[in-house]
């Protein structure tokens, strides 16, 4: 990517979600989302080879099906209703349009399958932007129709995303793959509190892209993209040895660990509202999900001694960049539980 190009491309990334994110008329926030996509995808292609303009594609031909089913219901809604405004989205049809095309651009099952190999695809920067901040405009955009939505049809897409995310996790060795598959299990979480209470989602969100960053700006310092590296981490920066695991577990949602944190929230808040299988499904099949992050750091981190011939010569003493937010980001993504009962009283 030219660097002179590069202002231009964040700047309109960033106009493009502000826009859908603040705007409450129908026409400007899908303008919002058309511009966040058309200038992400130079983002995508950052390193031009084979593997990321193939991600690009994919990418380019999924949000464009989604932007296009999104307008189809808009038009729909506005010849029912005569009006542009998202609040009042009363009718069911285009309600259940724009929850199939916001689940295609959040990568919800089953409209997830792109997100694996879009990420596998892009440099660990891009697909950092790719899991977290590209979750925003659609989000915002669910947040405002909440009360509209169909509760018992988000509900399926999200159990469908939690098994298709701690699924697909299963005997994966690329670490920007199991990102993807985390993100989608994830979304399920967030989707499925939204109809009872969507703050819930906004907190879930912030704590999802707090560990979602903490990890790529680890594996990025480290420049691990398979378990493989992952394991020779202690020959490389020793100090990142506790703190990799500690990330993917908290990735995971294991007590006491940040992580944990949305899930015991949103199973409280299923809880109140009398609704007791549908959480206890959620969190066993996200047991699945902890179970393959506690084999791969048991695999890579535990069993692997320092000194084993396969990494005695990974010794390096290269210079790093300095990362001056990465403290206070594995602090958040250990450490913030304790404060649990504030932020909860908050919300």
Known sequence: MNPLAQPVIYSTIFAGTLITALSSHWFFTWVGLEM??????????????????????????????ASMILLMAI????????QWTMTNTTNQYSSLMIM??????????????????????????????????????????????S??????LLLSLSILSIMGGSGGEMNQTQLRTILAYSSITHMGWMMAVLPYNPNMTILNLTI?????????LLLNLNSSTTTLLLSRTWNKLTCLTPLIPST???????????????????????????SLI??????????????????????????????????????????????????TLIALTTLLLPISPFMLMIL
Do not use: C, D
């Open 36 to 65: 966040n996509m058309l200038a992400f995808i130079p983002v995508l292609t950052k390193k031009m080879n084979p593997r990321s303009t193939e991600a690009a594609i994919k990418y380019f031909l999924t949000q464009a099906t």
């Open 75 to 82: 038009l729909f809604n506005n010849m029912l209703s005569g």
């Open 100 to 145: 199939m095309a916001m689940a295609m651009k959040l990568g919800m099952a089953p409209f997830h399958f792109w997100v694996p190999e879009v990420t596998q695809g892009t440099p660990l920067t891009s697909g950092l932007l790719l899991l977290t901040w590209q979750k925003l405009a659609p989000i915002s955009i669910m947040y405002q129709i």
């Open 147 to 152: 009360p509209s939505l169909n509760v018992s």
């Open 208 to 216: 999802y892209i707090i560990l979602t960053t903490t990890a790529f």
């Open 248 to 274: 993917l577990l908290s990735l995971g949602g294991l007590p006491p660990l940040t992580g944990f944190l949305p899930k015991w929230a949103i199973i409280e808040e299923f809880t109140k509202n009398n």
């Open 278 to 327: 549908i959480p206890t499904i959620m969190a066993t099949i996200t047991l699945l999900n902890l179970y393959f992050y506690l084999r791969l750091i048991y695999s890579t981190s535990i069993t692997l001694l320092p000194m084993s011939n396969n990494v005695k010569m990974k010794w390096q003493f290269e210079h790093t960049k300095p990362t001056p937010f990465l403290p």
